[in-house]
């Protein structure tokens, strides 16, 4: 089947820092979505991709879906405590009947 | 909007019992899922109805696991008997369409002593 393959798996920053994210998978995925986890809460959404190559923002957040199809990546800049928790990225194909994939998530600490 | 409401939220329960799970998708949504959560594998997909119809079962582990959705405004997941190693958080999400943008309800954290 599908799988993602999400990196690093974990990561600890300073406050103010930027951080970056990457999925990458070995088939072609028709739309990219990135998630977060807050502890003791499912994922919310944060950012849908739809086009290869689009660039998105939502505040300090950016995401882009890959030229190739394959992979996509999440920054957050400036990072902030209440962006701690773990971020998952998914995707679905035509060929899958529009399932999600999901990584296994990016588990991000940020010390103040 | 409440969202996508779950019930119980945690459930602890001994070997062998009855579990049923509940969700409440977001009104208006006519595709419904349910995943399980483990630090072992993740997020996987257990089965996702489309228009109160069960579209794919194939992540249901094992006979025990059985799910329905009566109306597009409530679903069950029931396990029987249980299992220890059914320990998870279980998460039913739902969204309109295919299913592109879920929205997660905040889980139930079954626990199987």
């Known amino acids: 089947g599908q799988q993602l393959n999400q990196s690093p798996q974990s990561m600890f920053i300073q406050e103010g820092e930027d951080v970056s994210m990457n999925c990458t998978s070995s088939?072609?995925?028709?739309?990219w979505l990135w998630y977060k986890q807050d502890p003791g809460e499912g994922p919310v959404l944060l950012i849908a991709?739809?086009?290869?190559?689009e660039l998105t923002s939502n505040g300090r957040l950016t995401a882009q879906f890959g030229i190739t199809r394959k992979d996509s990546f999440l920054n957050i800049s400036a990072s902030i405590p209440s962006d701690v928790g773990i971020y998952f990225c998914?995707?679905?194909?035509?060929?899958?009947?529009?399932?999600?994939?999901f990584g296994d998530g990016t588990t991000l600490t940020v010390k103040p | 909007d409440a969202g996508v409401i779950q019930s119980p939220r945690h459930e602890v329960t001994e070997m062998g019992q009855e579990v049923t799970l509940r969700c409440k998708p977001i009104?208006?949504?006519?595709?419904l899922f349910w995943y399980r959560q483990t630090m072992m594998r993740g997020l996987e997909l257990l089965i996702y109805f489309n228009n109160n119809v069960p579209i794919d079962d194939s992540g249901m582990p094992e006979d025990r696991f059985s799910a329905k959705m009566p109306n597009a405004s409530f679903s069950t997941l029931k396990i029987q008997p249980s299992e220890p190693r059914d320990s998870a958080v279980y998460f039913c999400?739902?969204?309109f369409g295919q299913g592109e943008k879920l929205f997660f309800g905040s889980g139930t954290q079954l626990s199987v002593l």
């Open positions: 999400a739902s969204s």
């Open positions: 009104s208006g949504h006519n595709s």
């Open positions: 991709l739809y086009k290869a190559g």
């Open positions: 998914a995707g679905t194909a035509n060929t899958n009947a529009g399932k999600s994939t």
């Open positions: 088939s072609i995925f028709n739309t």
